[in-house]
């Protein structure tokens, strides 16, 4: 089943009884994402949402009234929008769109939201992926989006060096953009519109908790 076997590995689940129950390296993922958000937690966006687990796990929340994630991807959506019909986390919604299309909407869908994610897809906003080749100007707009939806919390957990970036196509199709691609530049872009605090790492990556200025 896709939600159980398929890319990435760590964000696979199984649906027992209506419920989703994350395995192994999504448990140990979600533990600590988990403990940055908000005591009572109100609304929640995931912006690259992929098999939608954080969205079904905010929207069962009883204090969450809005629980959205978006994507590029079809297939994903399609897929998340089929869970939700089998199981009971009904107040889950996700939206074919991207970060920029949601901004100029953001009051189509209730305003600005309490808490976000930006997990493990920061180099495809940046630099764009195969499964689309839309991307970002620069850190300052991916950014400035991000502050435009979310006037709570951002939780930031990607790659943030280039050498760790997956997409090499579009990496190696956007060298000036490759040279500002750095975990300084990165931090520097998001300080402009966030309090950042660092809580370790998930893997080999930064979590950072951005609050909203």
């Given at each position: ?78 897929f998340c ?56 100007a620069n ?75």
């Open positions: 089943m896709y939600a159980e076997n398929s890319y990435p590995s760590n964000h696979t689940f199984k649906v027992n009884k209506g419920l989703l129950v994350p395995k192994r390296k999504l448990a140990k993922r979600h533990y600590k994402i988990h403990k940055l958000y908000p005591q009572q937690l109100t609304s929640f966006l995931d912006v690259s949402s992929s098999k939608g687990f954080f969205v079904f796990d905010a929207a069962k929340e009883s204090t969450c009234t809005r629980a959205l994630g978006i994507d590029v991807n079809d297939y994903d959506i399609d929008n089929a869970i939700k019909q089998c199981t009971d986390y009904q107040r889950a919604t996700f939206e074919k769109m991207t970060l920029r299309e949601l901004a100029e909407r953001i009051d189509d869908f209730g305003g600005p939201f309490q808490t976000a994610l930006l997990i493990n897809s920061y180099q495809y906003f940046y630099f764009g992926s195969v499964v689309s080749r839309d991307s970002y850190h300052d707009e991916i950014f400035q989006l991000l502050h435009r939806v979310c006037t709570g919390r951002v939780i930031f957990n990607n790659r943030v060096n280039l050498e760790d970036c997956q997409n090499i196509d579009q990496v190696l199709d956007s060298p000036d953009k490759a040279q500002h691609y750095s975990r300084i530049e990165i931090f520097t872009a998001a300080s402009k519109y966030f309090n950042i605090s660092e809580h370790g790492k998930i893997g080999k990556y930064p979590l950072w908790a951005l609050d909203a200025k």
